[in-house]
C-alpha cells in the first residue's frame, strides 16, 4: 500500500511559477512510476506527466510540455512537478499517483494510488 499526499498548490498570477511536491509512504516507492493528473471544474481529470522509476524518463501532455517539468527523489520518496510560465487554463485540482507497474502511463486505469489533490489557482 502506498500512501501519497500533494503539496505546494495555491493561488498566482499568470506567468507565475509553482513547484507541486508529493510525499509517499512505502519501501516500494522507489520502484513505481509517478503521474501527475489535474481535473478543472465540470471537466475529465486528465493526464500532466509521468516519470520513470529511476527519473531517467518522463513524458508530458502537449498542453504543459515546455512549461513544466517532472522529477523525483527516491531517497526523500517525493515526486515534484515544477510550472512555469502558467496559464489561467492550469487552474485545477492537481492529484499525483503511483503506478506500480511503472508503464508511465497516460491513461488513470494504470495508477492504483491517488492522493487527494492540491488546488491550483491562476489568476489572469
Known amino acids: 500500500q502506498v500512501q501519497l499526499v500533494e503539496s505546494g498548490g495555491g493561488l498566482v498570477q499568470a506567468g507565475g511559477s509553482l513547484r507541486l511536491s508529493c510525499a509517499a509512504s512505502?519501501?516500494?516507492?522507489?520502484?513505481?512510476?509517478m503521474g501527475w493528473f489535474r481535473q478543472a471544474p465540470g471537466k475529465e481529470r486528465e493526464f500532466v506527466a509521468a516519470?520513470?522509476?529511476?527519473?531517467?524518463?518522463?513524458y508530458f501532455a502537449d498542453s504543459v510540455k515546455g512549461r513544466f517539468t517532472i522529477s523525483r527523489d527516491n531517497a526523500k520518496n517525493t515526486v515534484y512537478l515544477q510550472m512555469n510560465s502558467l496559464k489561467p487554463e492550469d487552474t485545477a485540482v492537481y492529484y499525483c499517483?503511483?503506478?506500480?507497474?511503472?508503464?508511465?502511463?497516460?491513461?488513470?486505469?494504470?495508477?492504483?494510488?491517488w492522493g487527494q489533490g492540491t488546488q491550483v489557482t491562476v489568476s489572469s
Open positions: 499517483a503511483a503506478d506500480p507497474r511503472a508503464t508511465m502511463s497516460p491513461y488513470r486505469v494504470e495508477y492504483d494510488y
Open positions: 516519470i520513470s522509476w529511476s527519473g531517467a524518463h518522463t
Open positions: 512505502g519501501r516500494t516507492f522507489s520502484s513505481y512510476a
